[in-house]
């Protein structure tokens, strides 16, 4: 069974700064594609940014200059570095990511609890 935990959430002020982290473990041969999403109160789950086992990086336009994605292969982890937070930010983030499984190497989708991250004066 594979499981994504993610952690680095909290309430900072407008103009601060966190560091979200995903972490995979299980049955994996190989993680494919990880990234983040994002909830706000009374709003529909919006795609924040993904990066590919290559490396190829697809953020939303308005988190470029503020948001960077990045992963490191051998932790099974991928990071969401977030500069400049505004209100407008405050939501749950959501890891996902499709993984090869070990064994059988089925392809499959999983998702994390969620973080939750607050701006606020």
């Known amino acids: 069974q594979v499981q994504l935990v993610e952690s680095g959430g909290g309430l900072v002020q407008p103009g601060g700064s966190l560091r979200l982290s995903c972490v995979a473990s299980?049955?994996?041969?190989?993680?494919?594609?990880m990234g983040w999403y994002r909830r706000a109160p009374g709003k529909q789950r919006e795609l924040v940014a993904t990066?590919?086992?290559?490396?190829?990086?697809n953020y939303i336009d308005s988190m470029k200059g503020r948001f960077t994605i990045s992963r490191d292969n051998d932790k099974k982890t991928v990071y969401l570095q977030m500069n400049g937070l505004e209100p407008e930010d405050t939501a749950v983030y959501y890891c996902?990511?499709?993984?090869?499984?070990?064994?059988?190497?089925?392809?499959?989708?999983?998702w994390g609890q969620g973080t939750q991250v607050t701006v606020s004066s």
């Open positions: 990066i590919t086992n290559g490396g190829r990086i």
């Open positions: 996902n990511a499709d993984i090869t499984l070990s064994i059988s190497l089925d392809r499959r989708n999983y």
């Open positions: 299980g049955n994996i041969f190989s993680i494919n594609v």
